[in-house]
């Protein structure tokens, strides 16, 4: 079945610092899903990519969904301490399903 | 804003009893899903529920787990006979096709 990998599975950063997670399909995704779920709390959506190649940005948060639509990364310039949490993308194929099959997750740690 | 509510919000319960979990999804939508997460890991897809029946549903979801929509609000996940391992949080969510997931606050399901 599907899978969907991120790396790395925990991040330490000083705070101003930058942090990326790179999630990988194991197949091909109609779109993915980035999530941010706070110590304790529930997923939250940050932003759905659909096309090959797509770059979306909000404010300090950069999304990029690879060419050949089985990749994708999150970028955050310059962390700040409410940027704690764990960064889940979700992906689904294109065969007609509506499940979200969510990846490992990475966990962000910011110190101050 | 609209939201997913979840009730209760943790439930302990010994090996063998049969639990409810409760949800109530965001009126509109028209998918509505199960998820958990055991702590500290990822978050698994169960099943999703669409136009009153099951969409789809993963490997987790035996014969064990069933799910209703009894009044066209409420969205109940029923675990028959529960085991050590289902221990984990339960989380609802409910969509547009293909949109954002909202995910509601979650249930603590602790099996002793």
């Known amino acids: 079945g599907q899978q969907v990998m991120q790396i790395p599975q925990y991040q330490h950063v000083q705070e101003g610092e930058d942090f990326t997670t790179y999630c990988n399909s194991s197949?091909?995704?109609?779109?993915i899903q980035w999530y941010k779920q706070r110590p304790g709390g529930h997923p939250v959506f940050l932003i759905q990519?659909?096309?090959?190649?797509e770059v979306k940005k909000q404010k300090r948060l950069t999304f990029q969904f690879g060419e050949a639509k089985k990749n994708s990364s999150l970028h955050i310039t310059a962390t700040q301490t409410t940027d704690v949490g764990t960064y889940f993308c979700?992906?689904?194929?294109?065969?007609?399903?509506?499940?979200?099959?969510f990846g490992t997750g990475t966990r962000l740690k910011v110190l101050a | 804003e609209p939201e997913v509510t979840q009730t209760p919000s943790h439930q302990v319960t010994q090996m063998g009893q049969e639990v409810i979990l409760r949800c109530v999804p965001i009126?509109?939508?028209?998918?509505f899903y199960w998820y958990r997460q055991i702590l500290g890991q990822k978050v698994e897809f169960l099943v999703s529920?669409?136009?009153?029946?099951?969409?789809?549903k993963s490997e987790i979801f035996d014969d064990q787990f069933s799910v209703e929509r009894p009044d066209g609000s409420n969205f109940t996940l029923k675990i028959r006979s529960t085991k050590l391992e289902d221990s984990a949080m339960y989380f609802c969510?409910?969509?547009?096709?293909?949109?954002?997931?909202?995910f509601g606050p979650g249930t603590r399901l602790t099996v002793t």
């Open positions: 969510a409910s969509s547009f096709p293909r949109k954002t997931l909202y």
């Open positions: 197949t091909t995704l109609s779109n």
């Open positions: 990519l659909v096309k090959s190649g």
């Open positions: 979700a992906g689904t194929e294109p065969s007609g399903t509506y499940k979200y099959i």
């Open positions: 009126s509109n939508h028209l998918y």
């Open positions: 529920f669409y136009n009153n029946e099951i969409s789809e």
